[in-house]
């Protein structure tokens, strides 16, 4: 909605569409596009992890200019506009360590989401720093859809954390379904911090804490880069722009440090 609000206030049309998912429905439906004579190309690629040769070489040799949106296939030669996901995992984790808590659980999608994988990383990272142990007994894998993360939920509420990084909003959202079950509450049995910012605060009381990563910010670097290079103003490297993401503090996370 952002990226189509920007390019409609510079007299752009924006087609929208979307794969299957994987490197070979990205590919097929990025050539259609080509043939139809867009201007441009945003790519949300399905597949992060794609090393799928067609679609590099295809991307790599476009005839117009592409920009690649929020998900990024590593080592691909074009213009990129990304959050930083390692940069909010740390940001996330760090706020829970401030507030007191050691024994924090990570609840994240990185076997088949790159982005995952840098928000673990971020996790990690904040761990390490204050010389906390990384115990594999914390992390736990979750695909970003509800049901996979009330199904992971059980696990993590058997350990000791006292608090939870949920990656992504649905990951955060199957976890207090489950919470909700067992009779748990949030900050009073558990703290959690989340990651998008775009769970209803009215749904939820108190409201989650979370990082935030603005779609506004995104769309308008987004639109500069593409608008540089219709204009003829893009260097002849790719650029990549990456951006930081935001802490929102809000009631989810209880201040350990009050009682110590």
Request: aromatic share 6%; proline share 3%.
């Given at each position: 909605g952002s990226l189509e609000k920007r390019c409609r206030e510079d007299g752009y049309a924006l087609f929208i569409t979307s794969s299957g998912g994987s490197a070979e429905d990205d590919l097929e439906l990025l050539r259609q596009l080509v043939t139809r004579g867009v201007d441009g190309v945003f790519l949300v690629v399905g597949d992060e992890f794609s090393d799928d040769r067609a679609l590099r070489e295809e991307v790599s040799h476009l005839p117009i200019p592409a920009v690649m949106?929020?998900?990024?296939?590593?080592?691909?030669?074009?213009?990129?506009?990304?959050?930083?996901?390692?940069?909010?995992?740390?940001?996330?984790?760090?706020?829970?360590?401030?507030?007191?808590?050691?024994?924090i659980?990570?609840?994240?999608?990185?076997?088949?989401?790159?982005?995952?994988?840098?928000?673990?990383?971020?996790?990690?990272?904040?761990?390490?720093?204050?010389?906390?142990?990384?115990?594999?007994r914390l992390e736990f894998e979750s695909e970003y859809y509800i049901p996979s993360a009330y199904e992971a939920s059980e696990a993590v509420?058997?350990?000791?954390?006292?608090?939870?990084?949920?990656?992504?909003?649905?990951?955060?959202?199957?976890?207090?379904?489950?919470?909700?079950?067992?009779?748990?509450?949030?900050?009073?049995?558990?703290?959690?911090?989340?990651?998008?910012?775009?769970?209803?605060?009215?749904?939820?009381?108190?409201?989650?804490?979370?990082?935030?990563?603005?779609?506004?910010?995104?769309?308008?670097?987004?639109?500069?880069?593409?608008?540089?290079?219709l204009a003829g103003r893009g260097g002849r490297r790719a650029e990549e722009v990456v951006l930081e993401p935001a802490l929102i503090v809000k009631g989810s996370v209880l201040d350990l440090t009050e009682y110590s």
């Amino acid at each position: 909605g952002s990226l189509e609000k920007r390019c409609r206030e510079d007299g752009y049309a924006l087609f929208i569409t979307s794969s299957g998912g994987s490197a070979e429905d990205d590919l097929e439906l990025l050539r259609q596009l080509v043939t139809r004579g867009v201007d441009g190309v945003f790519l949300v690629v399905g597949d992060e992890f794609s090393d799928d040769r067609a679609l590099r070489e295809e991307v790599s040799h476009l005839p117009i200019p592409a920009v690649m949106v929020d998900r990024a296939i590593e080592g691909l030669e074009c213009d990129k506009v990304m959050f930083d996901h390692e940069m909010g995992g740390y940001m996330a984790t760090r706020y829970l360590i401030e507030q007191g808590h050691r024994r924090i659980a990570c609840l994240v999608n990185a076997r088949r989401s790159n982005t995952g994988r840098k928000r673990l990383a971020g996790y990690e990272r904040a761990l390490r720093e204050v010389g906390l142990p990384i115990d594999a007994r914390l992390e736990f894998e979750s695909e970003y859809y509800i049901p996979s993360a009330y199904e992971a939920s059980e696990a993590v509420l058997a350990t000791d954390a006292t608090a939870v990084f949920a990656s992504s909003d649905n990951i955060a959202l199957g976890l207090l379904k489950r919470l909700h079950e067992m009779g748990k509450s949030i900050p009073g049995d558990i703290s959690v911090v989340s990651y998008d910012n775009s769970a209803a605060d009215v749904l939820f009381e108190p409201a989650l804490t979370a990082i935030e990563q603005d779609p506004g910010v995104l769309a308008e670097h987004a639109f500069g880069c593409m608008s540089k290079r219709l204009a003829g103003r893009g260097g002849r490297r790719a650029e990549e722009v990456v951006l930081e993401p935001a802490l929102i503090v809000k009631g989810s996370v209880l201040d350990l440090t009050e009682y110590s």
